[in-house]
Structures are given as structure tokens and as C-alpha cells.
Nanobody, 126 residues
């Protein structure tokens, strides 16, 4: 059974940093690419970053390039999203998901319902 659990969301001031964790169970990063998505109130869910460990392929949305870093820890079976220089527009619920391929990061609706975590709230105050 594929399970993902996010943690690390918090309230932070603009310019601050947070590290989100996506703990995986029932599979490893060798089985799926892992994507981070976010959804702000009244907006569509969007792909933020993704990583495919087997190939080392990494994707970042333009809005977070240079500020966010995705990484994996195979020993802990976890994926991290380090977020620096946070902006109020980064405020959203952040989700991780297991992806059949990296291209799914562009189309969150293609992620199977049981391949999502429950989300973690990130709020950036100005």
C-alpha cells in the first residue's frame, strides 16, 4: 500500500525558511518519482518540484527556482523540500505524491487518489 505523510508546515515570516518532509511507506523512491504540489485558497493545485531518484532528474516550477531544493534520503525513505526566501505567495497547503513519471507534475489530476499525502499548511506572513 502506497502511503505518504507530509510534515514540517508552519507559520513563518517572509524571507524565512522551512523544510517539509514526505515520509514514504509501502514503496521507495526507486519505485516512483515523488512530486511536491501546493494549493492556495481558490486556486488550482500546482506542481512545485519533483524528483526521480533512479535517474537523478529534478524539476522546479519557475516560481520557486533558486529558492526551493528537493532531495531524498534513501535510508529514511523520505523526500524533503527545503524552502528558503519564502514569500507570502508561497502560502498554501503543500502535498507530496507518488508519480508514475515526472511529466505528471504538470497535471496533478493524473495522480491516483491514493498516491497523495494529507497535506501540510505553509503560511508566510508579510
Amino acid at each position: 500500500e502506497v502511503q505518504l505523510v507530509e510534515s514540517g508546515g508552519d507559520l513563518v515570516q517572509a524571507g524565512g525558511s522551512l523544510r517539509l518532509t514526505c515520509a514514504l511507506s509501502g514503496f521507495t523512491t526507486d519505485d516512483y518519482a515523488i512530486g511536491w504540489f501546493r494549493q492556495a485558497p481558490g486556486k488550482k493545485r500546482e506542481g512545485v518540484s519533483a524528483i526521480k531518484s533512479s535517474s537523478g532528474t529534478i524539476y522546479y516550477a519557475e516560481s520557486v527556482k533558486g529558492r526551493f531544493t528537493i532531495s531524498t534520503d534513501n535510508a529514511k525513505n523520505a523526500v524533503y523540500l527545503q524552502m528558503n526566501s519564502l514569500k507570502p505567495e508561497d502560502t498554501a497547503v503543500y502535498y507530496c505524491a507518488a508519480l508514475y513519471n515526472m511529466a505528471v507534475v504538470y497535471t496533478p489530476s493524473l495522480v491516483p487518489p491514493d498516491h497523495w499525502g494529507q497535506g501540510t499548511q505553509v503560511t508566510v506572513s508579510s
